[in-house]
């Protein structure tokens, strides 16, 4: 595994700035990988992992950087649940462990570097020396990933007969004894609406 110092220039890069999400981000994942005894995600061991976070901002980043995991290769997963917090699957083994940041951390950087206003700059510092226990907590958990959603898995392709759109991966349902697609199907549940 590259070291933190690596891993966070990477970070940097890839993210356009560096923050305290970045740091946390970076650490958690390393946490998680260490955990399940995965060395080089993005390399040999590229087909064990599936990451689930549970935040979108920016230590998701760095999360999927250090994991590899990404939407577009079906083994990043969002859960929108505003928590600082993300589950590392490994397939291999169908273990998976949930690490959380702890909300006595930020009190934590605060009394390490008392004398550094800017409170970006005491989490930035503190989140590189604090100790793997007094940022996170983590817990082994079981998940059992849809099969629908893992990657290499391609499921059915098909065209809804009222949008004329295509779908992938099986994602369609019966409505009055019509296949449609979600969008058809659960207008009342669809993020857009028309604008005309
Ligand atoms: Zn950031
Ligand atoms: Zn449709």
Same mark, same amino acid.
């Given at each position: 595994?590259?070291?933190?110092?690596? $891993?966070?220039?990477?970070?940097?890069?890839?993210? &356009?700035?560096?923050?305290?999400?970045?740091?946390?981000?970076?650490?958690?994942?390393?946490?998680?990988?260490?955990?399940?005894?995965?060395?080089?995600?993005?390399?040999?061991?590229?087909?064990?992992?599936?990451?689930?976070?549970?935040?979108?901002?920016?230590?998701?980043?760095?999360?999927?950087?250090?994991? &590899?995991?990404?939407? &577009?290769?079906?083994?990043?997963?969002?859960?929108?649940?505003?928590?600082?917090?993300?589950?590392?699957?490994?397939?291999?083994?169908?273990?998976?462990?949930?690490?959380?940041?702890?909300?006595?951390?930020?009190?934590?950087?605060?009394?390490?570097?008392?004398?550094?206003?800017?409170?970006?700059?005491?989490?930035?510092?503190?989140?590189?020396?604090?100790?793997?226990?007094?940022?996170?907590?983590?817990?082994?958990?079981?998940?059992?990933?849809?099969?629908?959603?893992?990657? &290499?898995?391609?499921?059915?392709?098909?065209?809804?007969?009222?949008?004329?759109?295509?779908?992938?991966?099986?994602?369609?349902?019966?409505?009055?004894?019509?296949? $449609?697609?979600?969008?058809?199907?659960?207008?009342?549940?669809?993020?857009?609406?028309?604008?005309?």
């Amino acid at each position: 595994m590259e070291s933190l110092e690596t $891993l966070l220039e990477k970070a940097e890069v890839a993210h &356009g700035h560096l923050c305290a999400g970045q740091i946390l981000g970076v650490r958690m994942a390393l946490l998680g990988l260490k955990q399940l005894e995965i060395e080089d995600p993005r390399g040999a061991d590229r087909k064990r992992l599936v990451t689930y976070v549970e935040i979108d901002r920016c230590a998701t980043d760095a999360i999927a950087l250090v994991t &590899g995991c990404r939407l &577009g290769k079906r083994t990043l997963k969002f859960r929108d649940w505003g928590k600082m917090a993300a589950t590392f699957v490994d397939l291999a083994t169908s273990r998976g462990v949930r690490v959380v940041a702890l909300e006595s951390s930020r009190e934590l950087a605060r009394h390490k570097y008392p004398e550094i206003e800017s409170k970006s700059q005491q989490q930035m510092k503190a989140y590189r020396e604090l100790s793997d226990s007094d940022l996170f907590e983590f817990d082994w958990v079981k998940v059992d990933v849809d099969p629908a959603e893992l990657p &290499g898995q391609r499921g059915e392709r098909f065209l809804c007969p009222r949008c004329g759109e295509g779908v992938n991966f099986g994602r369609f349902i019966e409505r009055d004894g019509e296949l $449609l697609c979600l969008a058809c199907a659960q207008p009342e549940v669809r993020y857009w609406r028309p604008d005309r």
